[in-house]
């Protein structure tokens, strides 16, 4: 599934980019969306607040599992419309073998809020 490695950027590029850390509040099913999907609604503490996230992550993760869940999202990009749900941000994943989506995650308690570096 890799494509090699994407063109060099330099550091202020990628400080563009806001990953934050946030925790899924609520997630619902998504029987509109064209490919499988969830709806989540993510809360990124008080500075960015709870938005809403359409992600293709039905193969490895029931609704259950997620509520409570942390996850990297990156808050600054458009919105985007998705079936009948905007998409505030971008839920961060790897594929695995078969291209499904694996959540990225934290291995260790962090605030929610919490800007990658």
Do not use: C, W
Request: proline share 8%.
């Amino acid at each position: 599934m890799s494509t090699g490695a994407a063109p060099t950027i330099d550091f202020d590029a990628f400080m563009k980019v806001d990953v934050r850390l946030g925790v899924i509040v609520e997630a619902e099913s998504f029987p509109e969306a064209r490919k499988p999907a969830f709806k989540l609604r993510i809360d990124f503490g008080p500075e960015i607040g709870i938005k809403r996230s359409s992600a293709q992550i039905t193969e490895h993760y029931t609704l259950e599992q997620l509520v409570g869940r942390k996850v990297a999202a990156v808050v600054n990009f458009p919105p985007r419309q998705i079936g009948p749900v905007m998409s505030e941000v971008l839920t961060l994943g790897f594929p695995d073998e078969n291209g499904k989506v694996v959540l990225v995650g934290v291995d260790r308690d962090a605030p929610i809020g919490g800007r990658l570096f």
